[in-house]
């Protein structure tokens, strides 16, 4: 789950990175009386979940609290790559010198976190690391092993930094590695990390990607800083939708039905096996299905959690059929997913028959299951029938 810029900030200021002051405003008001709290030219950032703000006007520079509330106002109008802001961010305005990049992420071929580093902050590190690689500095980080500020040190080097810029820099970075491996972070950003022309190092723009299955182990991190239980975050905002998706995986302890995200199709999927649930998507797509959600259900749920995340799929307009799909499954019962899944069909005002385009989970309780399926004139198949055929005939019955 991605944080906003300010809840990042926020995160970094718990560990002394340094920052410049401001606040959140909700309003183009309350933009002025920070902007007048500060009394120094100001730089108000809207507060959205992508990146390309300054491009699309999401920033911009004031310098009286009047210019900063006339500023503030256009950019809570703006939407952003489609997102609405959810505020304002009014800090003080620095006389940036130089500018700096520093993240952590993780490098899936070496199983690694990866510290990157480079003296070409304020663009796109993708664009420095294929035009100017000798600017691009990498060390991959031990997670068995203490970390120690002598790897950001190794970084901060390799691009040439020396001398009081590389000591003042080492600490700054060697805490950002810190936060990343301390609250399980997918991405730990900063960019720019500026130099003022006084010589100070300031955090100019933060991002932070937090690893959802961690979110329960940092429930009081998020709390505190006032990320809600039901915002599953990622390049965006939750819609209503996957709100109400959280909140039903929420409401049981048995088994998963989460995971959801929404779409723009006509069919719903109900669909698991961790890797299995992604591979049968791209099936449905290849197929030339359009799917209207993506969901994860498994680990043996319980009718009611089926049932809800059922009904919640065909509550969704322009739903017409659903897919409830996943690999042969020794840990969740199928006959209990197909009381589920039938009872949410009923409940939802729709015949099982026609609404059920294919139900393909083999496994425990699988004969049972395929009972219940025959009594309602759901068309079923076992293992025999690979899950890219069975999407294959879930689309083909959309089609007919």
């Known amino acids: ?31 002025a009386e920070i902007a007048r709290d500060l009394a120094v030219p100001v730089v108000l950032k809207s507060q959205v979940l992508t990146g390309g703000r300054m491009k699309a006007g999401g920033v911009k520079f004031a310098d ?118 301390r609250y399980d972070l997918t991405l730990a950003e900063i960019n720019p990390l500026g130099k003022t022309r006084d010589g100070r190092f300031l955090v100019l723009d933060g991002h932070v990607d937090l690893e959802g299955d961690a979110r329960d182990k940092h429930a009081t991190l998020l709390q505190e800083l006032g990320i809600g239980k039901e915002e599953t975050r990622e390049a965006r905002p939750p819609t209503a939708f996957e709100v109400k998706g959280a909140q039903i995986d929420a409401s049981d302890h048995r088994g998963v039905a989460g995971n959801v995200r929404e779409f723009d199709g006509d069919l719903g999927l109900v669909i698991g096996a961790g890797g299995g649930s992604l591979t049968l998507f791209d099936a449905i797509r ?61 409940e939802a005002g729709r015949n099982p028959a026609e609404t059920i385009a294919i139900f393909r989970i083999p496994g425990a309780w699988e004969d049972d299951g395929f009972t219940i399926l025959r009594k309602y004139g759901v068309e079923y198949c076992d293992r025999t029938v690979s899950m890219y055929e069975a999407a294959g005939r879930a689309v083909g019955k959309m089609k007919a």
């Open 286 to 346: 290849r197929h030339g299905g359009r799917p209207a959600n993506y969901c994860e259900i498994g680990g043996n749920p319980s009718v009611r959690k089926a049932c809800e995340l059922t009904k919640l799929i065909l509550s969704k307009p322009g739903v017409k059929k659903i897919a409830v799909m996943m690999n042969v499954v020794s840990n969740t019962r199928v006959d209990i997913v197909a009381r589920g899944v039938i009872k949410g069909c009923v």
């Open 64 to 181: 009286t609290p009047a210019e900063a509330e006339a500023a503030a106002r256009a950019i809570l109008a703006l939407e952003i790559k489609g997102q609405k802001p959810r505020g304002v961010l009014v800090e003080e305005r620095a006389p940036v010198a130089s500018e700096y990049f520093a993240a952590v992420t993780w490098d899936g071929r070496r199983k690694l976190p990866v510290l990157v580093f480079s003296d070409m902050g304020g663009i796109d590190i993708e664009q420095v690391a294929e035009q100017h690689p000798e600017h691009v500095g990498q060390v991959h980080v031990s997670t068995l092993l203490p970390f120690t500020p002598y790897k950001a040190k190794e970084a901060i080097a390799a691009v040439g930094v020396s001398g009081e810029d590389l000591n003042r820099l080492t600490p700054i970075v060697a805490t950002l590695v810190e936060i990343f491996l």
């Open 1 to 31: 789950m991605r944080f906003y810029e300010y809840e990042a900030k926020a995160l970094f200021a718990r560990h002394g990175t340094p920052l410049l002051k401001g606040r959140v405003a909700r309003s183009a008001t309350e933009a």
